[in-house]
């Protein structure tokens, strides 16, 4: 009781220091429908500058995607762009569109006032005067936000065309150490491991299939397909250094000194530990890897250097990324 009657007295006085309301006169009361139909060119023309600011950001976001993909370039680029269009479209929204403030009928309209509802519906772009302008400015920021919308979409997946079955490696070209100098066939010692890369320009030394591990094996054990028994000249492979499971790097070669007592050679992804029999063309005989390594096929020219002698067999690289069959590959 004490709470409602405290609760009271402070509204009794809070009133009495506010004083009687004044009423609107239906003569001061504003017509809810009125509307403010003046144009705003400095708005307009803000609005269009915006836009076409906006745009232009935006087209410079997806043409960076392609030429210069620098994560804070591109992140100030579009967010930039993105401003631009948000701050257009405020200021179009209280400067630019006509306010109009729409009431009800409560009676209905008769069937002679439709040519009056038609005309007010047509007035109520009344309060632009630079329709081309804004169209054109709308429509290069539209332009400029669908480019940096779609472009950023080809980078969802792999799209590697058909890197995977292009390699720079063909007959004759020489095997070389990672400082460029030409492998000699009795430079490859039984149970040693190589890696080495094709006889190239900077460019081909950059393809997925260009880095190779080669080993050597007593030729004695080999255990090839009868089409590959010639790649394997005084026990020495090649095969693709690249893992086809994940596409890591082939980096370890195990050579036993007693296979009684231990598995034979094989290489070994340190990654997922697949591993690879190189006496049986780089089958698979452990770890998540399905697909043997690709072979390539060696020779010795009258040098005693190693060249290739072929293509590489097979496709480059885990088997989602547009694998063939060996027949398929040239």
Request: one cysteine or more; a neutral charge.
């Amino acid at each position: 009781m004490k709470a409602g009657r405290l609760a009271f007295l402070l509204g009794a006085v809070r009133g009495l220091a506010r004083g009687p309301e004044r009423i609107e006169t239906p003569e001061e009361r504003a017509d809810p429908r009125e509307y403010d139909a003046t144009p705003h060119p400095r708005a307009e023309l803000a609005v269009a500058i915006l836009l076409v600011a906006g745009g232009l950001l935006c087209l410079a976001f997806a043409v960076l995607i392609a030429a210069y993909p620098q994560v804070q370039l591109l992140g100030g680029v579009l967010a930039a762009g993105l401003a631009c269009l948000g701050a257009a479209l405020a200021i179009a929204s209280r400067r630019v569109v006509p306010q109009e403030v729409h009431v009800e009928e409560r009676d209905p309209v008769p069937p002679e006032a439709d040519a009056e509802l038609e005309a007010e519906l047509r007035s109520g772009a009344d309060g632009i005067s630079r329709r081309r302008l804004l169209t054109g400015a709308a429509g290069v920021a539209g332009c400029g936000l669908v480019g940096a919308l779609a472009l950023p979409l080809t980078a969802l997946g792999p799209n590697l065309g058909d890197t995977p079955n292009r390699t720079p490696w063909r007959r004759g070209r020489h095997l070389v150490d990672t400082e460029g100098r030409r492998l000699k066939a009795s430079d490859i010692e039984v149970g040693s491991f190589h890696s080495v890369l094709p006889e190239a320009d900077p460019e081909a030394l950059e393809d997925l299939g260009a880095p190779l591990v080669v080993v050597r094996v007593r030729p004695e054990t080999l255990d090839l397909p009868p089409e590959r028994r010639g790649w394997a000249p005084q026990g020495i492979l090649a095969f693709s250094q690249i893992c086809t499971h994940a596409g890591c790097a082939i980096t370890l070669f195990r050579y036993p000194v007693d296979e009684q007592t231990s598995s034979p050679p094989a290489l070994v992804c340190p990654c997922h530990y697949s591993t690879f029999d190189v006496r049986r063309a780089a089958k698979p005989v452990f770890g998540p890897a399905a697909r043997p390594l690709p072979q390539l096929p060696l020779a010795i020219d009258a040098g005693g250097f190693l060249v290739a002698n072929g293509p590489m067999a097979g496709s480059i690289g885990p088997s989602w990324l547009n694998v063939k069959t060996p027949k398929d590959v040239r």
